[in-house]
């Protein structure tokens, strides 16, 4: 297994959608699916640095669908991690509907291979259940945000557990 793949593909993953952010108001987008930031900011002419600071975001890869996100230089209040735990608890409440008994053993069975089932597993950035980085589960390391944020990266990327688990078992990570 190579952790670091996941890290490196989701980065890339991100960064190859179109942009298809639609403006809530003058200074504000609401984040859609295959946004990222760099796209963002070229589509409201200003940059990623601005961005970042306006949204106190710690990493600009990692944006969520739904995250409202300030592009005319103002400062807000809202923190990036009030906006994914915002964000992972939709996309679980989304996923919710749509998962299946597949579904849960996938889940079940990714967890078994990354961590033996373990919330506190670590191996080096790697934590968790799921094996996530640290900076992904933006400093909570606690079992609830552990699986409300793989259930958001599940579906972001792979669209269920099932094909998660899928992938894992022809490249060995997912």
Known sequence: MNIKKIVLSTIAAFSLFAVSAT??????????????????????????AAIKQANRLSNVNMIYVGDKLEVGGTT???????????TATTTTSTTATTTNTNDSSAKAWIAGKESGGSYTAANGNYYGKYQLTKSLLGGDLSAANQEKVANNYVASRYGSWDKAKAFWLANGWY
Do not use: E, F, L
């Open 23 to 48: 403006a809530a108001n003058a200074s504000t987008v609401t984040v859609k699916s295959g946004d990222t930031v760099a796209k963002i900011a070229s589509a409201h002419n200003t940059s990623v």
């Open 76 to 86: 807000t209040n809202t923190t990036a991690a009030k906006a994914a735990t915002k």
